[in-house]
């Protein structure tokens, strides 16, 4: 695995190490549920106790710092994780607490996240939480292993990623006029997207918010890429006016050996991610690993923009 990937944990919960799971890069055709109103009445509201074997999948990078966080993890059985084609009753929302694991002390004692993922096929529950100190944490889903999934919260001058507060980095990514020596600029089939018009540099001069995605959906070590970027396009395709997009690749050549200069400049371990800046250049909003167009919607309507 090349280092772009490797920052997200997509281990198992209940394993002794980091284990990648089988099946993740082959989403299933349809998911009949999401977040928000889109639900499906005939799911289960809360399931009391979920499945004994199910375990518990963290889609997010381990570069959390203190603040608010967004943990979103999905459910999976030790085949994998659970396909949205399958015959399990994703519950419409999850409750869970969060531990700090150097006293066993609960810090938050209920938390809940609600069921996304229909526009991507990959059912997921993004928590939100707020942790103000570095340290090792775990959050515990009401009904899931009594363990739960470990995470760490980083001092912050220890993680090199633009985070909400941060300004985002301007860089002259490649456009249609000039491809800046990345071949593909744009690996989506069976066209590129749009959003290489203009450079980040350029996209943040303009005074508008900015969302910015780094990705390859062509060769995506968690298979969300692809399905990601289809997401921005159909939010963009909304919001014409109001905000700029703008698409990197992370990988500078077809065969997908080299890493592309914005990568490099965002100091990424991990894919896809997508920065939501406001019209000053600062970050509101960075959505990793895992994330769909409803959850991208909610993003920018907290700001104003839907």
């Known amino acids: 695995m090349s280092v772009v990937g490797a920052g997200i944990s997509l281990q198992m919960l209940t394993s002794c190490g980091d284990s990648s799971i089988s099946g993740q890069n082959s989403p299933a055709d349809s998911l009949a549920t999401s977040g928000s109103d889109q639900l499906a009445d005939q799911l289960p509201d809360q399931i009391a106790e979920l499945p004994s074997d199910l375990q518990l999948v963290q889609r997010f990078p381990q570069?959390?710092?203190?603040?608010?966080?967004?943990?979103?993890?999905?459910?999976?059985?030790s085949s994998g994780i659970i396909s949205a084609s399958s015959d399990f009753k994703f519950p419409k929302m999850l409750s869970a607490k969060v531990?700090?694991?150097?006293?066993?002390?609960?810090?938050?004692e209920n938390t809940s996240a609600t069921l996304y993922g229909a526009e991507?096929?990959?059912?997921?529950?993004?928590?939100?939480?707020?942790?103000e100190s570095p340290g090792n944490y775990s959050l515990i889903v009401s009904g899931g292993p009594p363990e739960g999934t470990a995470f760490s919260v980083l001092e912050r001058a220890l993680v090199l990623v633009p985070g909400v507060g941060d300004l985002l980095p301007g860089f002259d990514t490649p456009t249609f006029?000039?491809?800046?020596?990345?071949?593909?600029?744009?690996?989506?089939?069976?066209?590129?997207?749009?959003?290489?018009?203009?450079?980040?540099?350029?996209?943040?001069?303009?005074?508008?918010?900015?969302a910015y995605l780094v990705g390859t959906?062509?060769?995506?070590?968690?298979?969300?890429?692809?399905?990601?970027?289809?997401?921005?396009?159909?939010?963009?395709?909304?919001i014409v006016g109001r905000a700029v997009f703008v698409h990197a690749e992370v990988y500078s050549?077809?065969?997908?050996?080299?890493?592309?200069?914005?990568?490099?400049?965002?100091?990424?371990?991990?894919?896809p991610v997508l920065f939501i800046a406001d019209k000053n250049g600062k970050v509101f909003k960075r959505l990793d690993a895992v994330f769909d167009a409803l959850e991208?919607?909610?993003?920018?309507?907290?700001v104003g923009i839907s």
């Open 63 to 77: 570069v959390l710092v203190p603040g608010n966080l967004r943990l979103p993890i999905s459910l999976a059985f």
């Open 217 to 238: 959906p062509a060769h995506c070590s968690t298979g969300t890429c692809a399905p990601a970027l289809s997401g921005l396009i159909d939010v963009a395709s909304r």
């Open 120 to 131: 991507i096929s990959l059912p997921y529950y993004p928590f939100q939480v707020t942790i």
């Open 99 to 108: 531990v700090d694991l150097s006293t066993d002390k609960v810090i938050i």
């Open 296 to 302: 991208i919607s909610d993003a920018l309507a907290s």
């Open 177 to 210: 006029g000039d491809h800046r020596q990345v071949e593909p600029i744009c690996t989506r089939q069976p066209e590129p997207c749009p959003f290489h018009k203009l450079t980040l540099n350029e996209a943040l001069q303009l005074g508008v918010p900015v």
């Open 253 to 271: 050549d077809e065969a997908a050996t080299v890493i592309a200069p914005a990568v490099q400049a965002l100091n990424l371990s991990f894919e």
